[in-house]
């Protein structure tokens, strides 16, 4: 079965500092995965995935990844953070096989301080 | 371009009634989703549609919740009887393709209260 972890509940960081969210997936086969950013009364917004390939995946805002599969890994980060970037961040997997659905991770609040 | 469009956004009832939400997706998405996403935790699928047929209802509870997609655009989602529990965020999304790797764009929600 598939399944996300994200073991921080909360990252606080102060603005300048890099940032990271880290998250691990567990699935059979290949996976493709993603994060996603919620801001408070607002629906999910797309950051970056990965599919294949390069493993470091660049994203929106100044977000990149980097898929590690021996780790089963694949790290949200950012070398600066703004006060902007606080959110809620879900990191997501899917297999690479037809009929299986995304599973979202329990999310991480980043705080990032001025 | 225009985005996933909710409503209501905020609903209120009594446990035993019946509610309903609407989704009008993306122009031109064939693949809707409704999720529903509990305090604390991340969104879980209820149900996928491809156009207006459907290609996952595994963890839809079947016995109070129904969705329909019938002219393969936008979609309702009915919960009848409504129980405590299933006060969450009801959210949806769309993408344009059914492929496993396509990003999928998503609605503001609708916030449900069971009381």
């Known amino acids: 079965a598939q399944s996300v972890a994200q073991p921080e509940d909360q990252v606080n960081v102060a603005e300048g500092n890099p940032l990271t969210v880290k998250c691990t997936y567990s699935v059979s086969g290949n996976p493709y995965l993603f994060w996603y950013v919620q801001y408070p009364n607002r629906g999910l917004q797309f950051l970056l995935k990965?599919?294949?390939?390069?493993?470091l995946v660049k994203g929106s805002y100044g977000f990149e990844a980097e898929f590690n599969k021996s780790q089963t890994s694949f790290h949200l980060k950012k070398p600066s953070a703004l006060v902007s970037d606080s959110a809620l961040y879900f990191c997501?997997?899917?297999?690479?096989?037809?009929?299986?659905?995304?599973?979202f991770g329990k999310g991480t609040t980043l705080s990032v301080s001025s | 371009e225009a985005g996933v469009a909710q409503s209501p956004r905020y609903k209120i009832i009594e446990k035993r009634q019946s509610v309903a939400f609407w989704c009008n997706p993306i122009s031109g998405h064939a693949t809707l989703y409704w999720y529903q996403q509990i305090l604390g935790q991340g969104p879980k699928l209820l149900i996928q549609?491809?156009?207006?047929?459907?290609?996952?209802d595994s963890q839809l509870p079947k016995d109070r919740f129904s969705a329909e997609r019938l002219k393969g655009v936008d979609s309702t989602l009915k919960i009848q009887p409504a129980k405590l529990e299933d006060s969450a965020v009801y959210l949806c999304?769309?993408?344009?393709?059914?492929?496993?790797?396509?990003?999928?764009?998503f609605g503001p929600g609708t916030r449900l209260t069971v009381l």
């Open positions: 997501a997997v899917r297999e690479d096989q037809a009929g299986t659905a995304l599973i």
């Open positions: 999304a769309s993408s344009p393709l059914a492929g496993g790797y396509n990003e999928q764009f």
């Open positions: 990965y599919i294949t390939g390069d493993n």
């Open positions: 549609f491809q156009n207006n047929g459907v290609v996952d």
